[in-house]
C-alpha cells in the first residue's frame, strides 16, 4: 500500500506539500459489510494487511466471493492493501483529500484515510466499517 501511494504522491501536486508517508502504527480492525450482512473482516497488524470471510458469509450461497479473495475458507495476507480496499480512498488530487491531509500537518496516514474516506465506494455496494 506504501508503494501505491508513493506513486500517487509522484505524480501528484500534492507531492511538495506533503513532509512524509506515515508508517501505520495502529492495528485497526474493519468490517466489510452488505446491509445487516458482514461480508468479511479487513484488519493490519505489524505491517501485514489480513482479509477472511465472516461465519455468515462462508455458509450463505446468495453472496459469491470477491474476485480477489475467491476461496471462502482461507485467510488472505498482502503487505500490501489490495485494490479493492485501496480503490475505496479518492486520489490525493481531490480538493476534499487536500483539506484532509492539511489538516493533519502535510502527513499521511493510510489508515486514517480509508477510515475518513473508505465507507462508502462508487465501485461497489458494500460498506467498510471500523472497529
Same mark, same amino acid.
Given at each position: 500500500?506504501?508503494? !501505491? !501511494?508513493?506513486?500517487? &504522491?509522484?505524480?501528484?501536486?500534492?507531492?511538495?506539500?506533503?513532509?512524509? $508517508?506515515?508508517? $501505520?502504527?495502529?492495528?485497526?480492525?474493519? /468490517? *466489510?459489510? =452488505? +446491509?445487516?450482512?458482514?461480508?468479511?473482516?479487513? %484488519? =493490519?497488524?505489524?505491517? $501485514?494487511?489480513?482479509?477472511? =470471510?465472516?461465519?455468515? !458469509?462462508?455458509?450463505?450461497?446468495?453472496?459469491?466471493? *470477491?474476485?480477489?479473495?475467491?476461496?471462502?475458507?482461507?485467510? =488472505?495476507?498482502?503487505?500490501? &492493501?489490495?485494490? !479493492?480496499?485501496? #480503490?475505496?480512498?479518492? #486520489?490525493?488530487?481531490?480538493?476534499?483529500?487536500?483539506? /484532509?491531509? %492539511?489538516? +493533519? +500537518?502535510?502527513?499521511?496516514? /493510510?489508515?486514517?484515510? &480509508?477510515?475518513?474516506?473508505?465507507?462508502? #465506494?462508487?465501485?461497489?455496494?458494500?460498506?467498510?466499517?471500523? &472497529?
Amino acid at each position: 500500500m506504501k508503494n !501505491f !501511494f508513493k506513486k500517487i &504522491l509522484i505524480n501528484s501536486s500534492l507531492n511538495n506539500s506533503i513532509n512524509s $508517508v506515515n508508517i $501505520v502504527k495502529s492495528n485497526p480492525v474493519f /468490517f *466489510l459489510k =452488505y +446491509n445487516n450482512h458482514e461480508i468479511g473482516k479487513l %484488519s =493490519y497488524n505489524n505491517g $501485514v494487511w489480513f482479509f477472511e =470471510y465472516s461465519d455468515w !458469509f462462508k455458509k450463505q450461497q446468495d453472496f459469491r466471493p *470477491l474476485i480477489e479473495f475467491p476461496n471462502k475458507d482461507k485467510q =488472505y495476507q498482502s503487505n500490501e &492493501l489490495w485494490t !479493492f480496499f485501496a #480503490s475505496r480512498i479518492p #486520489s490525493l488530487k481531490q480538493p476534499k483529500v487536500q483539506e /484532509f491531509i %492539511s489538516e +493533519n +500537518n502535510n502527513k499521511v496516514d /493510510f489508515i486514517e484515510l &480509508l477510515k475518513k474516506f473508505g465507507k462508502t #465506494s462508487v465501485n461497489n455496494p458494500y460498506h467498510l466499517d471500523i &472497529l
